[in-house]
T-cell receptor, first 112, second 112 residues
């Protein structure tokens, strides 16, 4: 079955420290992977995607994600967290019907 | 111009009422979606629709019905509202083959 897992409900990071939000997936064929961010009382915003090519993908707001085929992971990273990065982050994978399968979301809290 | 717009932003109503939420996209996309986000922030696809096909999540009650007057609009009509329908509803759109979706700001529905 095709699925996306975000194993952490919440991630706490001190401002200025690196952050990682984890995502693993299960999909048939080559994966198309996405990260979205949701700020409070807002809709989801596209951050970045992996389709093919370099395993390290760069996106908006200084975020990047690393695709690891052997571990079926697509973790979101940022070298130095900002308080304004505090939000809900969703990982998604496109299935064979071109629909997105969503993870449950990870709440990222950056403390000053 | 807002790419995907939903109205109303807030909707408070009584159990048993019928209500509609409107969605419009000005991106020229061929596919639109409705999502439900519950109080735990879990994102659930309800419908996806393009001019060829309506895909319904089979877990969605038939009290919910999408209506598309044209390619740029996908409205959500809900009959006989129940307390459990209280949630934030997001409209989204995409172009077939691109994978990623653009989201509206959401409609917060409260059923009393």
């Amino acid at each position: 079955a095709q699925s996306v897992a975000q194993p952490e409900d919440q991630v706490n990071v001190a401002e200025g420290n690196p952050l990682t939000v984890k995502c693993t997936y299960s999909v048939s064929g080559n994966p198309y992977l996405f990260w979205y961010v949701q700020y409070p009382n807002r809709g989801l915003q596209f951050l970045l995607k992996y389709i093919t090519g370099d395993n390290l993908v760069k996106g908006s707001y200084g975020f990047e994600a690393e695709f690891n085929k052997s571990q079926t992971s697509f973790h979101l990273k940022k070298p130095s967290a900002l308080v304004s990065d505090s939000a809900l982050y969703f990982c998604a994978v496109r299935d064979s019907n071109y629909q997105l399968i969503w993870g449950a979301g990870t709440k990222l809290i950056i403390k000053p | 111009d807002t790419a995907v717009s939903q109205t109303p932003k807030y909707l408070v109503t009584q159990m048993g009422n019928d209500k509609s939420i409107k969605c419009e996209q000005n991106l020229g996309h061929d596919t639109m979606y409705w999502y439900k986000q519950d109080s735990k922030k879990f994102l659930k696809i309800m419908f996806s629709y393009n001019n060829k096909e309506l895909i319904i999540n089979e877990t969605v009650p038939n009290r919910f019905s999408p209506k598309s007057p044209d390619k740029a609009h996908l409205n959500l009509h809900i009959n006989s509202l129940e307390l459990g329908d209280s949630a934030v509803y997001f409209c989204a759109s995409s172009q077939t083959g691109e994978g990623f979706q653009y989201f509206g700001a959401g409609t917060r529905l409260s059923v009393l």
